[in-house]
């Protein structure tokens, strides 16, 4: 709490000084994007200058060949200046500009500045996103793996400390670190990494032993945290999966920036940020007591609700998520530009493969429709998929683009399925009974799909790293074997979490750092390796090899890409999954009692056909598909035939 009234007070100064600044030297200290290319559909870039009174330039030139300066935006702080370039016609190369600004007697003195103008390494067409194809493999850097030369204590960073017995400081895990263990990946047969945010966290430690190793506070929208690596070390990952078939998804917040970022401590405008109306209108009578604080209410139901009043929308979408995350507004059209810009950047700097957008509906819905639409429309076959936290299926399907649920079309193509883990979480504990218990659940699921534009671009996941690992505290692996078994045939984009595989397991009920555990054999020390079989427990890998083979199995496997998906209703406590395409069919099969149980193959007839044998991918035995067979306590099958 003192250092959200430090924050108040910060933001009261920085207001009350925006019409107040005395004319100084001018000097830039930064301009974003840091570069920028030649041959985007848009040719408008915004340049975001930062600089003590730089907005006070008497004017902004450039004789650069196809260019041309279409306006200059003074925001309300003196040490922002807005410059919009036309670059339709410009060549890659670099240019020069030329700021005239006035010194303290008067006198106007020019300085030129270079900026680069790169070559795109493909047309947006090109890049393709993640689909049902693939696999992702969500880990967090800092808990993952630590690479060679690491520094555990960067200079210039604001206080911190890598401390691996505690589970909320910063571990020491680095991009290096992943990019080491490419190999295991490939092993394992995912086909895409979803690193949580990689960008520059300069927050310091706080005073209850946490800090922002989680990475969802940036600082630097330009920057991967130096903790973490370099751009160059960022891309390098990218060029080293992608020659390895694997694609890299980065995530990103537009919702709200970590409070130690320039726009907090010197803020753009006076609706930059979600700020209290209070603090907004103040001309210095206030004080910053925090009493006119919001707080979000953390409940997204409002944005859909056709009653919801407006204090509930307000909150949803103005809230801080917490003191420490200042709250974006995406309806200035200066800051949404600058967003927009910013994924655009990195798609054509390092060549991401996807972006996982966090908090999605917290932000304001027709502003993140405007992104995804400009980016749908420079890279039609990208994808992004959209945090959506609701565990009812009419919520998620409104999101997707395309939706009839909406009165406005999100643009988002993906969207995550909540209801799938939160269905499978509360089966994992039940018997499947005739009704509603168990198993059920994930059939009463699935059969909302109609209400998706396109169920095949629905992500699905068991946990992350904001849950309860799907093991609780234990080892269940016949329910997670049920839960990877059905996540990984279904029609769906399926997500799993780093460590799943080896039967990592924890929960949340004392600190998020419990299900964020670090990899075994990621760092250096470690005296359990799980990268490796002969690291692993016996039982980790058998979970691996079981894993392992369904995934090489899914791969390109177009029963799961292409086919048709048919379920039955829960019978004698089994449930039924068939994938069909072309004259081939997969079934999966799940006996969801702790009892044994007989699947009565006369049932399935319409999937079966005359196919007397099929054979169970994952053990390599065929079963006779003639006549009735048992099902032993909680067990998986995946037959093919």
Request: with cysteine; aromatic share 12%.
């Amino acid at each position: 709490m003192q250092r959200f009234f430090l924050v108040m007070a910060i933001l009261m100064a920085n207001i009350l000084t925006m019409s107040a600044a005395k004319k100084s030297a001018t000097v830039i200290d930064r301009i974003e994007p840091t570069d920028w290319f030649v041959g985007m559909k848009n040719p408008s870039v915004q340049l975001m200058v930062y600089g003590k009174g730089i907005r006070d330039a008497e004017a902004v030139t450039t004789d650069y060949h196809g260019v041309t300066i279409d306006s200059l935006v003074r925001l309300d702080s003196p040490n922002y200046l807005l410059v919009y370039l036309n670059v339709k016609d410009a060549q890659p190369g670099t240019m020069t500009l030329k700021f005239e600004v006035k010194n303290e007697k008067g006198k106007v003195k020019s300085f030129a500045v270079p900026y680069v103008l790169k070559q795109r390494e493909m047309e947006g067409k090109k890049r393709k996103g993640f689909d049902i194809s693939d696999v992702l493999y969500m880990l967090m850097p800092d808990r993952f793996a630590q690479g060679a030369g690491h520094n555990p204590q960067v200079k210039g960073m604001r206080a911190y400390k890598e401390d691996r017995t505690q589970p909320s400081l910063r571990h020491g895990g680095d991009l290096n670190g992943i990019r080491e263990h490419l190999d295991y990946f490939k092993e394992l047969g995912v086909t895409a990494l979803w690193l949580t945010p990689v960008l520059e966290n300069d927050s310091p430690d706080d005073e209850r032993g946490f800090s922002t190793y989680h990475g969802y506070a940036t600082t630097n929208y330009y920057r991967v945290d130096p903790r973490f690596g370099t751009n160059e070390d960022y891309r390098r990952l990218c060029d080293e999966a992608h020659a390895k078939g694997l694609k890299v998804v980065m995530d990103m917040i537009f919702n709200h920036s970590g409070f130690e970022h320039p726009w907090t401590l010197d803020i753009p405008t006076k609706d930059w940020l979600n700020l209290p109306q209070w603090l907004k209108e103040s001309k210095g009578t206030s004080k910053a007591d925090g009493t006119s604080f919001l707080q979000t209410s953390y409940k997204l139901t409002p944005v859909m609700d056709p009653y919801a009043s407006k204090v509930d929308m307000k909150e949803t979408t103005e809230g801080w998520f917490v003191p420490t995350m200042p709250d974006l507004n995406q309806h200035n059209p200066h800051l949404m530009r600058y967003l927009i810009q910013n994924s655009k950047w990195w798609i054509e700097t390092v060549g991401i493969d996807g972006i996982r957008m966090d908090t999605y509906p917290y932000a304001y819905a027709d502003a993140m429709a405007q992104w995804m639409k400009e980016i749908d429309e420079e890279y039609p076959n990208f994808n992004t998929v959209g945090e959506t936290w609701v565990t009812e299926p009419a919520y998620t399907a409104s999101w997707q683009k395309d939706s009839k649920l909406s009165k406005n079309n999100s643009y988002l193509k993906t969207v995550m399925d909540f209801s799938f883990y939160d269905k499978l979480n509360q089966a994992k504990h039940e018997e499947t009974d005739p009704w509603f218990a168990g198993l059920n659940r994930l059939y009463n699921s699935f059969v909302y799909d109609y209400l998706y534009p396109n169920p095949k671009s629905v992500m699905a996941f068991i946990d992350n790293h904001d849950t309860d690992r799907f093991l609780g505290n234990g080892k269940d692996s016949l329910a997670l074997k049920q839960a990877l078994a059905l996540l990984l045939t279904v029609q769906r984009i399926p997500q799993l979490y780093y460590g799943t595989e080896i039967l990592m397991n924890g929960t949340k009920e004392v600190t998020d750092g419990n299900v964020r555990k670090d990899f075994p054999g990621g760092f250096p020390g470690d005296d359990h390796n799980a990268f490796t079989p002969e690291g692993r427990t016996k039982a980790e890998q058998q979970m691996f090899q079981w894993t392992s083979r369904l995934l090489h199995w899914r791969q390109g496997n177009k029963l799961i890409t292409k086919g048709s998906m048919t379920q039955f209703i829960p019978c004698n406590g089994i449930y039924v999954i068939a994938r069909q395409y072309k004259g081939k069919t997969a079934l999966t099969i799940l006996n969801g009692t702790t009892k044994s149980a007989k699947m009565e193959v006369k049932r399935y007839a319409e999937v079966i056909g005359s196919t007397k044998r099929a054979k169970d991918i994952l053990t390599g035995r065929y079963y006779d598909l003639s006549s009735d067979f048992a099902l032993k306590p909680r067990q998986s099958l995946v037959l093919e035939f």
